[in-house]
């Protein structure tokens, strides 16, 4: 498997985890001391803290989430990146809200297992 298929293989999981909510698989998909930027939290490099303050906010209270388009998949010497856009539903106020923004990921593909080393997520602009 070449490194654009794991990497279009780990979106799809991810995508499914967010659907999910399955927080303990998603925590997985990355490395132990990721950088992660988010909506709800600046910056962190611990997933449980991120878990707390930006997948437990918002997943929480979102449904449909979907990696709507990949917009580019590359790699240099020791890593991978992806740049894709998302839609999902929101509920706020008892209001269903579409949203959606753009995501960033930088990945360690070895011996055929991809980890996120970082990530980086932000709604599109108003």
């Not at 999981?13 to 999910?20: L, S, Y």
């Not at 753009?102 to 997520?121: K, M, P, W, Y």
């Amino acid at each position: 498997m070449d490194q654009s298929s794991h990497i279009r293989k780990w979106l799809l999981t991810f995508q499914k985890f967010v659907r999910e909510k399955n927080f303990e698989e998603a925590k997985r998909l990355y490395t132990p001391t990721p950088a992660l930027f988010g909506t709800r939290v600046i910056v962190s490099t611990d997933i449980e803290e991120y878990y707390q303050f930006q997948w437990s906010k918002i997943w929480n209270t979102s449904e449909n989430f979907v990696i709507s388009e990949v917009v580019h998949i590359g790699s240099g010497i020791d890593f991978s990146y992806a740049a894709v856009l998302w839609t999902n539903t929101t509920f706020l106020d008892d209001t269903q809200v579409e949203r959606s923004g753009r995501a960033t990921f930088v990945f360690e593909i070895e011996d055929g297992v991809c980890l996120a080393t970082h990530s980086h997520f932000s709604e599109s602009p108003k």
